[in-house]
């Protein structure tokens, strides 16, 4: 009776002190029917656990109550359901043949059965139970549906599994006619549509990690490198549900909250697998900088640990803060300053205010005032590279530039009067390997050296592998340099060829000019607004619009559904009441009509136009606009290249430099520490966790603000200097 005694107590711990013996019948040790902790009131408990996605606790409430209060069929069927959920079939299937045992009559013992031949994709042996069932209760409608499922899941797998043989067939003989002498080979059989069965892959139940950081070298090694505030990112798959992940880095919890469960998109034959997601942000500040061991641990129904399944263990480096003057485009530049620790990171991110980022041909990252030129390698290198260093010299002329040259070139560098400083290093060649060596003590030395210099940009001239690795111990922020086995900031890669000899056909004057080239396009792209002299405004007409109307031109489709921003008809709703301007409001569909004032529809101020339209109709539209408002979709930098005062809603599933507005408007963006997702929001959206955030978390009002500023500008100047992008860079400022 002392262990009847111990259990009492442990029930009457988890319910709270809501079960408590009856004091009048006698003490807890007397008798089992003494206290008023019956099998209702466990029962009650096992009910709360499977609540609270706790099934194995269940389990052991119910095998409790057979213990001491005996076995029933349902007792058993309810522990084999469980069972089932947690993937332990075998355990499930002891559990009903118990159940059968006692009650073989009972139809919903023959359909938990056939259940769990389902679950496992036994369909025979599944229809068989479900047959069982219906002998004894033969008109159980859920019976019926669930045979007629699984009989349509056969033949739907039937069909598939034919039409996937049919296509390889089809796909077999069209590649083997490629082979016959009378036919082009310069076809490619890569550009033939693929079969499913191509398209989509086998997959098994593992941990996946899709993003621990940024892999970049640092003092500490190579790794995936985590700065400030940023996000771990990943999944499960599997057949057993998990419902938690719980996150610890050297040991100390950091994380635990929900997964998101979504399919498996391109899983070719398994139906039952899922994704469980988790996309968690964290404040990487409070570690230390240098390694950290990171352990992810899923849970769910099961109890057991299984490595690179439900538990998985990775390395990380945590590093300083990349300085505020660089890369301040970043969607993920979330800042870290005045974060309060008694509000949840996700509900201050989230509070942040979306980033206005005025329109420029301008991409390059940040301040250019100290320059390290890397010329480590022979005096021809440096006779033929006399145009990339005037090239840059032109772009840079406020810009203090410092040549690193190796000891047989340095004099050479000296005599063009071209750089500011030259760099002596002792990196002599061996002239039997082709090689340049440096000893430990001497690269650190010149980091030593380097780091006063306090570099911006580092361009790595040589081709060669070895002395290209020089260009991290600069210290500049930002990196350009051929090849990419060093991880710059920008990597060229060229390959020449001649089709006689298969040797080089471009010179070397010509490859290094690529640096200088790749350096001007990232100051200034180019872009600029072409306008269409052909396009007469009366082609607007026939839509309602006349030759005196100023109207705004939303847009609200996108190639990528799910960064569509949400809130066009309420902003057309308020362009139209509270500026006077007209609306054209371009949708795919007619969904979003019934959204729309149907005041301003019907008295023309909202002009809605659904579907495609003449090219040369729309380009009308966006040449003679007041504003566009728009997603990052094709129209939206139709109407930058037109003038157009745009505005336009981009995620933050890219940098936010790269399709950023270059001519004209502004870009509106979020921070977030997960940017750079890049296809989550196309094909994977239960990856993202937050419901894309980073779009629906763009205000109306922050919109309107921008439309209401556009409109009243004279012209499309941006607000910021008008100066050459160039020379605002040469003079030190942050571009």
Not at 310 to 322: G, K, L, M, S, Y
């Amino acid at each position: 009776m002392a262990k009847m005694g111990k259990f009492l107590e442990v029930i009457r711990h988890r319910s709270g002190g809501r079960l408590q013996p009856d004091r009048a019948t006698g003490s807890l040790d007397q008798d089992r029917t003494s206290s008023s902790i019956d099998a209702d009131s466990i029962r009650v408990l096992a009910k709360e656990s499977e609540q609270d996605k706790k099934p194995a606790l269940a389990v052991l409430y119910y095998e409790k109550i057979i213990e001491l209060w005996g076995e029933t069929p349902e007792l058993w069927i309810s522990i084999a359901q469980l069972q089932r959920n947690m993937g332990r079939y075998e355990a499930a299937r002891d559990s009903l043949d118990k159940a059968l045992r006692i009650e073989p009559g009972n139809a919903q013992i023959h359909f938990e059965w056939g259940e769990l031949e389902l679950c496992q994709k036994h369909y025979l042996q599944a229809i068989e139970h479900y047959d069982s069932a219906l002998l004894l209760h033969p008109d159980w409608s859920l019976a019926i549906a669930r045979r007629a499922d699984v009989k349509a899941q056969m033949v739907f797998e039937k069909k598939r599994d034919f039409e996937d043989e049919r296509e390889k067939v089809a796909k077999a003989a069209q590649l083997d006619a490629l082979n016959r002498l009378d036919v082009d080979q310069r076809i490619d059989s890569a550009l033939f549509h693929p079969t499913r069965h191509e398209l989509t892959q086998n997959h098994s139940p593992q941990f996946v990690r899709t993003f621990n950081g940024v892999y970049q070298r640092t003092r500490w090694g190579a790794g995936d490198v985590v700065r400030g505030v940023g996000s771990l990112r990943g999944h499960i798959l599997s057949i057993v549900p998990y419902h938690r992940i719980e996150i610890y880095i050297d040991g100390q919890l950091v994380h635990e909250g929900p997964l998101t469960v979504g399919p498996v998109q391109n899983e070719q034959s398994d139906m039952r697998l899922r994704k469980y997601a988790y996309n968690v942000w964290v404040d990487f500040s409070n570690f230390s900088f240098g390694w950290h061991k990171i352990y992810y641990r899923a849970v769910g129904t099961g109890n057991s640990v299984e490595i690179n399944i439900n538990w998985r263990i990775d390395d990380i480096i945590v590093d300083a803060p990349i300085s505020d003057e660089f890369f301040h485009d970043s969607t993920s530049r979330v800042p870290i300053a005045g974060l309060d620790p008694s509000r949840s990171l996700v509900e201050q991110v989230r509070a942040l205010p979306t980033v206005v980022s005025e329109a420029s041909p301008n991409s390059y990252p940040g301040p250019i005032r100290n320059v390290a030129i890397l010329r480590l390698d022979g005096l021809g290198d440096v006779a033929v590279s006399v145009p990339f260093f005037l090239h840059v010299r032109k772009l840079l002329p406020s810009a203090r530039l410092v040549v690193l040259a190796a000891a047989d070139n340095a004099d050479g560098c000296r005599a063009l009067e071209i750089f500011d400083e030259v760099i002596e290093i002792d990196f002599p060649e061996n002239p039997y390997e082709q090689g340049r060596y440096l000893t430990e003590d001497r690269q650190l030395e010149l980091m030593e050296q380097l780091a006063a210099y306090n570099f911006d940009l580092a361009i790595t001239g040589m081709v060669s592998d070895g002395p290209r690795q020089l260009s991290v111990m600069t210290g500049a922020p930002v990196t350009i340099g051929f090849g990419g086995d060093d991880l710059k900031s920008l990597s060229i890669y060229y390959d020449t060829r001649d089709p006689i000899s298969g040797a080089n056909v471009l010179n070397y004057a010509a490859r290094y000019g690529m640096l200088a080239k790749a350096l001007e396009v990232w100051l200034d792209s180019g872009a600029r607004v072409q306008r269409r002299d052909d396009l007469n405004r009366s082609l607007l007409e026939p839509y309602g619009i006349g030759p005196d109307d100023n109207f705004v031109v939303v847009h609200t489709g996108s190639r990528i559904k799910a960064t569509e921003w949400p809130g066009y008809a309420e902003l057309a709703n308020r362009i139209v009441e509270q500026m006077g301007l007209k609306v054209v409001y371009i949708a795919n569909d007619e969904s979003q009509r019934p959204f729309l004032s149907q005041e301003a529809l019907a008295d023309g101020r909202i002009v809605f136009l659904a579907g495609l339209m003449p090219f040369d109709h729309f380009d009308t539209f966006l040449s003679y606009c007041s504003s566009f408002v728009g997603n990052d979709s094709g129209p939206g930098h139709l109407a930058t290249l037109r003038g157009a005062k745009a505005v336009r809603i981009i995620s933050a599933r890219l940098g936010g430099s790269e399709w950023k507005s270059e001519m004209a408007g502004v870009c509106l963006f979020r921070r977030v520490p997960c940017a750079g997702c890049g296809s989550i929001p196309i094909s994977k959206q239960e990856e993202c966790t937050y419901d894309i955030a980073c779009v629906k978390d763009i205000s109306v009002d922050e919109v309107f603000d921008q439309v209401v500023r556009l409109v009243a500008r004279p012209d499309n100047t941006p607000e910021a200097s008008a100066a050459s992008p160039i020379s605002i860079l040469a003079s030190g400022d942050v571009a």
